[in-house]
């Protein structure tokens, strides 16, 4: 299994900056993606960046040029720097790791960001 926490969340106005952490562990040798995922009332949780253990990136279309996930293999830890904030990006924001050979899925408990003025 691969257990997640992550850290970072908080309240802030438009146009501001948070940095998301996510530190993994158990079988951490295991972890091919990981990436961090939003979720709002009544809709579903949506991908919003994500990394693969080679580096590649990938973004939701909405926080491209704002949001920059980042991954310390060293520290077990990923990032992600969220600036130029909106108040649509108000959410849960969930780690999430992909491991193993299934690649199963491993969720963080989630933090919440407000973007409000």
């Known amino acids: 299994q691969v257990q997640l926490v992550e850290s970072g969340g908080g309240s802030v106005q438009p146009g501001g900056s948070l940095r998301l952490s996510c530190v993994a562990s158990?079988?951490?040798?295991?972890?091919?993606?990981m990436g961090w995922y939003r979720q709002t009332p009544g809709k579903t949780r949506e991908l919003i960046a994500r990394i693969t253990s080679g580096g590649t990136t990938t973004y939701l279309d909405s926080v491209k040029g704002r949001f920059t996930i980042s991954r310390d293999n060293a520290k077990n830890t990923v990032y992600l720097q969220m600036n130029g904030l909106k108040p649509e990006d108000t959410a849960v924001y969930y780690c999430n790791a992909q491991w193993g050979d299934l690649d199963r899925d491993s969720w963080g408990p989630g933090l919440r960001v407000t973007v409000s003025s």
């Open positions: 158990g079988r951490i040798l295991s972890i091919n993606t």
